[in-house]
């Protein structure tokens, strides 16, 4: 049986059936050759990443509480006393999980807030959730106590204590957070991070008004604890007699800092806010490596 020639000067070449693929193949224009490798290989990757997604351990979980902790700011509390590797796997203040509730399949990110001491006695994890409308959040803080939730395991590094030890070299810590930015601060403070053994630990801690500040009940005890609590009111009620405006306006004008070299500082919440006190300190000579950051 005769065949014809493959000619590729001619725009529309064809082929009869008893053509080799392989002989085709090789006369293919090797662009296209690398189009199609490279379009294989991209279809690969994202078929592992779908099965990876897929592959995600969910735990269900009960709600053991949901209360009111500031204007659209909630308290959450997640029975996992029947998941002790879920338990165990919360190691560092800065760990987040992600969390499902019932019949939405987009999950939502969550900094945990209860130190790991306490969610081991406890057997729970503890939240600080802001109600966004139409997010997975909003949806979580309208559920009751006892409804069932699902968690992924324990993510992320935390904050690298060890960086900004001992406290005899480090005796200053700055911490910078903004709305519920506060939740793993929380747990960096209640964990306990030597703030007694270091002479100047300040917390920024930004909100709108007294009224969006989550946590006031639990100022006196940090402040006992070693840290100075600095609240910044953006948009103060009248009679206000603290700090107002932004967090890093507020520390602009105060700094203090004496020995930059031994400074450290911890960063958590609004971007904008992280990137601008982050430039401050490097320029005033506090080592990119000792800020500590979650946002």
């Known amino acids: ?22 002989f085709i193949l090789r006369r293919l224009p090797l662009t296209r050759h ?33 209360e009111s902790a500031a204007e659209s700011l909630f308290h959450i509390s997640i029975d996992i006393s029947n998941s002790p590797d879920l338990v165990a796997s919360y190691t560092r203040p800065g760990q987040y999980l992600q969390l499902r509730v019932p019949d939405v399949e987009k999950p939502s990110f969550l900094a945990i807030a209860s130190p790991p001491s306490l969610t081991a006695s406890r057997g729970a994890f503890e939240f600080l959730v802001k109600s966004i409308a139409g997010s997975t959040a909003e949806i979580l803080c309208g559920l009751k106590k006892g409804e069932t939730v ?17 406290p005899e070299k480090y005796p200053t810590v700055l911490i910078f957070a903004t709305g519920s930015g506060i939740s793993p601060i929380r747990s960096l403070i209640e964990s306990g991070f030597s703030a007694d053994r270091r002479s100047d630990v300040r917390l920024y801690y930004g909100a709108r008004n007294l009224k969006r500040m989550a946590y006031q009940e ?37 700094k203090q800092l004496s020995a930059p070299k031994a400074t450290g500082a911890v960063l958590c919440g609004q971007k904008q806010m992280a990137e601008e006190i982050t430039t401050m300190l490097v320029a005033d000579g506090v080592s990119n490596d000792k800020l500590l950051k979650n946002f």
């Open 34 to 66: 690398l189009r199609l490798s490279r379009n294989n290989r991209v279809a690969s990757v994202v078929s592992a990443a779908t099965i990876r997604q897929d592959a995600t351990l969910w735990t269900p979980a009960p709600l053991s509480l949901i």
């Open 218 to 254: 639990k100022f006196k005890e940090w402040e006992l604890s070693g840290v100075k609590v600095v609240p910044v009111l953006s948009q103060p009620d009248d009679g206000w007699k603290g700090e107002t405006g932004y967090v890093q306006a507020a520390f602009a004008r105060a």
């Open 1 to 22: 049986m005769s065949t014809l020639p493959f000619v590729p000067s001619v725009t529309h070449a064809h082929f009869s059936h008893s053509l080799s693929p392989m």
């Open 150 to 166: 699902e968690l992924s395991p324990v993510m992320g590094n935390g904050f690298n204590i060890d960086q900004i030890d001992p």
